[in-house]
Structures are given as C-alpha cells and as structure tokens.
C-alpha cells in the first residue's frame, strides 16, 4: 500500500528555525531608530569630518616636514615625535593624512570629511541637506577621478616625490601601468572614464548641437507670394535647413488661407496633489474666471479669481458593478454548467434588491448657499499683501481659488524673498485678517507659488445628495469607492477603499468624525449589493453606529452566538477581531487552492465557474471592519486589541478585508506605531494641538482647522485639505428603512466562531466520545490521508460549517489521532497508517 504523502511547509519552518536566536540578542533596530543614539553618532561624525579637515590641510602645508618624524615614530618616542610634529591634530593627524592624502587619493582626499559632514547632519537634524546617497557616489567618483587625472600631471613632469601629496598613490599607480600600455594616451582613456561616469549617472540621453546661423529671409515680392517655383536664393536656403533632421511641429493651414502658430498650452492650476492609487480619475481642469478685482491702473496687485462648478447628474443611481472575466489558468469543472447557466451572480440570491434612490438625501439648493463676496477676497487680499509688506516682503502676483470652507491665496513672492521667512509670519497674517485657522504651504507641491487658506466668514453647505449625484461617484469603477468630500478648488475627491487598503480617522469631539463615518457607509451602501459587501461595525460608545441595526439581513456580519449584530461589548469586540483573523487565514487557503493572488482574481474565477463549490469555494463579499472609538478599546483591553487590528492590516488587503479606525485622541498608546505602519491613508479632522496633528498625519495643520468637517486627507505623502458632506440622523434612518423593507438574507453573514484565547493556553475541553459526531470517522479517515489535521480542512472537504469542523477537530485530539494546538500550525497527525486507524477506530 503507497505511504501517504505528507504535506509541510519546509521553507517556513527553516525560516523560523533560522530566525530562533537563543538567549539575549542586541536589538539593533530599536538602536538604530533611537533619536538620542542618532544625535550621538552625528555629533561623533561631525567632530569627525572637523578632525579630519584638519588634519588634511595641515598636512598639504607641513607635510614634507613632518614626514622625517613620521619615518622615526618607530623609532623615537612618542612623547619626543608629537613636540615634532607640526601637524595640528599630531602625530595621529600626520599618519592618517599621509595614508589618504600621500598613499591613496591626494589632494581629492578632501571628500571624505565633506561626506562624513553631509552625513552628520542627516543624524542631527533628521534631513538631507543634500541628496546623501547621490552625492556621495559623485564625490567618491571624482575623488577617483581627480588622483588619476593629477596622477597623469605629475608622471607627464616627472615629479614624484613633489607631486604625490597632488595625486596619490592611487593615481601615480594607474598612469604607469595605462602608460606602460599605451603610453601618453593613457589621457583618452582618464577622459573617457569622466564621459561615462556623465552619461550614466546624470541619465543624458542626447547632446545639443547649437544650430547653424542662418541667412536672413527677405520679405517676397509680390509676384513671388503667388508664384509656385523657388527663387534661386530660396534654393538655397532649403539645402542649409536643418529641419530636415529635427522634428519641428509644423502650422495647421487655417481655413483663410493664412498660417497660424500652433498655441502653448498652459497647464492649468492644480489645486491640490492627489495620489493616482486613490483618486479615480485626474481632476477637471479649473475655470478661470475674468472678474479682476481692482484692477492694476492704480498700482494695486490684481487678484484673479479662480473657480470651479460640479455638476450633477440627472438623478442616477449607481448601478451594481458587473465582475470582470478572469483569464488565469482554469480549474476541472464541468464546462456544461458555464454554457448551461453562463456566468454566476452573486446578485441572484436578492435579485429583486433596489438600490437607495437619491431622494432619501436631503437637497440644499445651491442658490440659497452663502457665497464669498468680491469685497471679502479684495479685504483679505489687501491684508495679506499690507502684512508682507510691513515685514519688507513684496510679491508679484496673487491669485485666489474659493473653495466650500477656506479661499487659496496664492502668491509669486518678488526675486529673493526667503519662503521660511513668509512661513514665520503666519500668526501675523492671522491677526491681522481676525481669522481662524490660517494655514500656510511653503511652497505649494508642484507649483511655484505659496499658498495661503483663509476660512470663509459664510461657508458653503456640502450636501451629501450632491456627491452621491455627481458623475465622478455614479461612473466610477472603483471596488469600494467611497466619497471623501470637496476640495478647495471645489472637486469632489472620490477614493477607493479597496486601495487605501486601510483607513486611519482622528478628529477632537464635535469636529465632524461620526459624520465623516456615516459618510463612508452611505457611499458603500448606495453603490454596492449586499452580496458583495458585508459590514463589521464596532461602537464601544452604543450610540453612534445603533442606526445601521437595521441593515442586519443585508450588509452586517456577526458571531453566530452574538444577539446584537452592532459589536458594543469589550469582549465581543475581541472575540470579533480573532474571528475576522481566523475568516482572513480561511480566506488566504481558498486563493491558495484557486491560485490566485487577490480576491478580485478569486471572485472573477468563480463567476466564471472554473472553481467547484464541491471544494469549498464560494463567493467571497468584501468585509469593511470599522471601529467609531479606538482609544476606548486601546484603554480597556489594550494587547488583545492590538495585536489582531496589527495582524489584520498587514495581511488582509489581498483577501478583500479593509479596515476603518476611528479614534478622538490619537495619541502614541492609542495609534502605536504597530497599528500605525499598516494604515498609510490617514484622516484628520480638527485636533487639539500639533502633537496629536503629527501623530495621525506625520504633519501639522490639522490643529489649524475650523471644525465642522474641514479635514485633511494624507495618502502616500500628499496631504489634501477637504470638506467633509453633510449628511444627517434622518437621512441614514431613511436609507436604512430603505434596504431594511427589502427582502434580505435569513440572517447575517457568520463569522467564523472563536472562543477563549487560540495560543494554547486555554483549558481543554472535556469531550465525550462516547457521543460523537456521525461524521467522526470520515474525517478520522480524511486527516490521516492527507496528514493534516486542520479545522479549514474538515470544513472544505466534508462542507461543514466551521463550528462543527472545530468540534471534530477536538474530538479527534480526544481519541489520539492528532496532537494539541500548536497555534498557525496545522496539527500533528499522530496515525501514519490508514490500517492503524481503522483498528482505533473500532476500539473507541
């Protein structure tokens, strides 16, 4: 009979052998990111790169005498040899100056305190006064190059002994053996080297060829205009022309007859920097508009006003997105079916489902919105202009962009203005405007410009109804598209979730934060079917999520013991977050048996219905996790909650589980730098100081905001200042009524079941085998052919649920036919033989 063959994770397991280190070990990363072990080693380099300038350029002064003292060190005292020394840094100051200046590099020598500087200050002040790796790759190059270039000198004058302390050993060494080979052509090959070095580092891929002086072109006659054949001077005039070998762009004839040149285009301003991951598509190009306030006869600065209107769509409502195809590799299944029945669609188990319509949002007419007035921009620009000037800064243009809840100011600062001198002032323009929130960019990303927002004295309303009807939110293909709000210049800023992957939001009380959550399930809810989206939601404070109760049947997801399906008990929340872990590992096993890399992959191969159902593999809904309060989760549990919302957001984003994490105080306990490092889109709405704004955005400015949904959006870098929608208890009552009146599941999406702690811990439970399950020897049978004893195995191949494949799994431990828990571990099987087993079985 064949052995069966047993399945292990070798690579794994040699890695976590590799990686078991026994007794104590120096934590070198926690050193290296410590700040005051930064400062310590940049002070040392910086007293080093002093040390060593020194000590080189006393030597290129005093070094032919001290070298008698150098050649008897070893033979005089030492005490004797330092009085002789006139080196200033001694007889340690000769000797290393003679090994790098003498022996090695020359004079060019004098790079290696310039990097060693460079790289101090990297230390001490936790940035690049230059690009360091760049520069440092260049100094080495022309330290080299610059020996060998002298060293060509001094072998052409034959004065080696004089002109050493110039090249060096290095660059004498390699002129003699390149003159050796090829005599005084050795230079050809020094200069190409440099050619190389040019070519390659600075990425120049062409050489300009400045154009050849061309004759004056006099002005045709008459008869000339009308006459088809050359004149024997434009003759000419055409063997000479150049453009027969540079692509010059030519006119478009116009329609008169006459030639035009073609027009520049000038790119239009872009109003903040959105990361392509997130943002659906480029932003529509801003309208300028010709209103010129006070306009520039009486000296005075003009102000241009710049603004941009949405517009909305007639009435639509997002329609569910079709799944793609997948063309990966296909699995063995009938292809009968797939002609039969064609592509499957999750949307048919609810096929009568109707999404929300537009009405159940409120409607705030545009015409009764409060709009800047042209006497504020001219105030405010006369005291932006008046404060600059007082401080002796003038500037040559200003230019402004009205946005919902702040105005841009943007500035062209007069030739030799310093920006940090214009950032200084920001108080300044603040007191003198009697404004809250001012907030300057110095410079603006991608512009030659600085930017100044001023907060509106009336802000616009931004309804919620206004997003959701807008043609960048109703067309988008996102996954999870989800509204962000308005920026300044008046765009809506559509993002996807899916991409984020993960979401991180802090905001003091009152400053917008709940709102900005029910604006985040309203988007999810208007654009995707319930077969496609499940919710996870998590309110330790009771009250602010209790609305969505009723959307039980359709987008929650709960324990299958939980009578709530809003998570509210401490407890519950971290039986929640374990389960969600166990539903992403089960997950992870589904793709890995489908072979496919993402969810998207998986779903697209099971609409196609190249993956059996007899093996396990369903359509697999995306599942949002959204906390409203962390810090009240951080405080009470603490590691228990850490440490899966750490797991989670490092794994899940592959297996369509995303995460949305509300906190009000984020502070190091609360947002650790575990939790941290996996969210790389943050939000931030009005906080209470510049900690808690450095903390959450890894930038300030989030202290100077006006409150009432005036936010920042951080992703990958880009930091974008947004106005939150507006969208009240009444309409998300209404939306819920909506999709609660609808026929819906017979009960919400089941979790995998957890209880007590998975690490091995936990008291065993007492099994009674005398009562077991009818399905107890199959899946005897069923580990032992496979040598695995996993829960997500029983629960594939027998298709049972994972509470009942749980409890197989113990009463399998009780019998002997596999071993305890051994955390990610697959069980040891503790039967090799299919014999053996039948011979157990029949003793139980």
């Known amino acids: 009979m064949a052995q069966p063959i047993t399945r292990q994770n070798t690579i794994r397991k040699e890695r976590g052998k590799a990686t078991e280190t026994p007794g104590r070990t120096l934590n070198f990363e926690a050193w290296r990111t410590d700040r005051r072990a930064q400062l310590s080693l940049g002070g040392f380099l910086f007293l080093l790169s002093l040390g060593l300038l020194a000590a080189f350029g006393s030597y290129l002064l005093t070094g032919t005498a001290d070298q008698s003292t150098l050649d008897a060190a070893s033979t005089t005292a030492l005490r004797e040899t330092g009085e002789d020394t006139r080196n200033w840094l001694g007889i340690l100051g000769v000797f290393i100056a003679h090994v790098f200046i003498f022996r090695w590099f020359g004079v060019a020598a004098l790079g290696i305190p310039l990097i060693l ?9 936790g940035r690049d006064l230059v690009p360091l790796g760049r520069v440092t790759k260049e100094i080495l190059f022309y330290m080299a190059w610059f020996s060998m270039l002298a060293g060509y000198v001094v072998l052409l004058k034959d004065e080696v002994q004089q002109g050493s302390v110039w090249c060096g050993g290095i660059g004498y060494e390699i002129n003699v053996l390149l003159h050796a080979l090829i005599g005084w052509g050795g230079i050809a090959i020094i200069l190409f080297a440099l050619f190389l070095f040019v070519i390659f580092f600075y990425g120049i891929t062409s050489i300009s060829v400045p154009s050849l002086p061309s004759m004056p072109r006099r002005t045709p006659t008459e008869k000339e205009q009308h006459t088809d054949e050359p004149t024997g001077e434009e003759e000419e005039y055409e063997e000479d022309d150049l453009e027969d070998f540079i692509d010059v762009p030519k006119a478009r004839p116009a329609t008169n007859g006459a030639v035009k040149p073609n027009p520049v285009p000038v790119p239009p301003p872009v109003e903040a920097s959105i990361p392509e991951e997130v943002v659906e598509e480029e932003l529509p190009k801003p309208v300028e508009k010709t209103p010129v306030l006070n306009g520039s006869s009486n000296g005075k600065l003009t102000l241009t006003i710049e603004d941009t209107s949405v517009r909305p769509i007639e009435e639509a409502a997002p329609a569910a997105p079709v799944p793609e195809a997948y063309a990966g ?21 609810l096929p009568r489902y109707l999404f929300p319509t537009v009405d159940l949002l409120a409607d705030y007419p545009e015409n009764q919105q409060t709009k800047v007035t042209n006497e504020e921009l001219e105030a405010n620009k006369d005291r932006i202009v008046e404060t600059l000037q007082n401080y002796g800064i003038t500037i040559d243009n200003i ?13 062209v600062p007069a030739a030799g203005v310093r920006i940090s001198k214009i950032k200084s002032l920001e108080d300044d323009i603040a007191l003198n405007l009697a404004a809250l929130g001012i907030r300057i960019i110095a410079p603006m990303p991608g512009k030659g410009t600085i930017g100044i927002e001023v907060p509106n004295k009336n802000r616009e309303m931004v309804s919620m109804r206004s997003m959701i009807t807008s043609e960048k939110f109703a067309k988008s293909s996102f996954e999870l598209p989800v509204v962000m709000g308005k920026t300044i210049s008046n765009e809506i800023l559509v993002a996807d979730l899916a991409k984020m992957p993960h979401l991180l939001m802090a905001g003091a009380t009152g400053q917008g934060k709940s709102v900005g959550l029910n604006v985040l399930l309203t988007s999810l809810v208007y654009k995707k079917h319930p077969s496609q989206l499940k919710l996870v939601l998590v309110d330790p404070k009771k009250v602010e999520l209790t609305l969505y109760n009723k959307l039980e049947r359709h987008f929650l997801a709960k324990l299958p013991d939980s009578d709530e399906a809003i998570i509210t008990d401490t407890k519950k929340v971290v039986n929640t977050l374990n389960s969600l872990c166990i539903e992403m590992d089960n997950r992870y096993n589904l793709l890995k048996d489908a072979g496919c890399r993402n969810l998207k992959e998986y779903n697209a191969k099971f609409v196609q219905r190249r993956l059996s159902p007899e093996k396990g593999h369903r359509f697999l809904p995306y599942i949002v996790l959204v906390i409203d309060e962390l810090a ?8 228990e909650v850490e440490q899966p919302i750490a797991r989670l957001a490092q794994l899940a984003r592959a297996i369509g589980i995303h995460l949305v994490v509300a906190t009000q105080r984020p502070s190091v306990n609360v947002i650790t730098g575990l939790i941290k490092a996996n969210f790389p889109a943050r939000l931030s709405f009005k906080v209470t100081s510049k900690i808690d704004s450095r903390t959450i955005l890894d930038a300030g400015g989030a202290e100077q905001l006006v409150g009432m949904g005036d936010m920042l959006f951080s992703s990958n870098s880009d930091i974008i200042r947004l106005q939150c929608p507006f969208v009240d208890t009444g309409e998300i009552e209404e939306i819920c009524d909506f999709v609660a009146n609808q026929r819906g599941y017979d009960a919400a999406y089941g979790l995998p079941e957890f209880e007590g702690d998975e690490s091995g811990q936990s008291e065993e439970k007492d099994v009674d085998l005398s009562n077991r399950d009818p399905m107890f020897d199959e899946a005897a049978r069923l580990v032992v052919i496979h040598q695995q004893g996993s829960t997500s195995l029983i629960q594939r191949r027998l298709k049972l649920g994972y509470n009942r494949a749980g409890r197989l799994i113990d009463q399998l431990e009780a019998a002997g036919i596999v071993g305890p828990f051994e955390g990610s571990k697959a069980r040891e099987v503790l039967i090799q033989d299919p014999q053996a087993l039948e011979d157990r079985l029949k003793a139980i």
């Open 117 to 125: 500087f460079l790289a101090s200050w990297r230390l001490i002040f």
């Open 329 to 349: 590799p296909t699995d063995e299944v009938n292809e009968d079916l797939l002609k039969t029945n064609g592509l499957y669609d999750p949307t048919l188990e």
């Open 399 to 411: 230019k402004a962009t009205i946005g919902p809840t702040v105005t841009l100011y943007e500035i």
């Open 632 to 639: 009240d989760l951080m405080m009470t549990a603490g590691k």
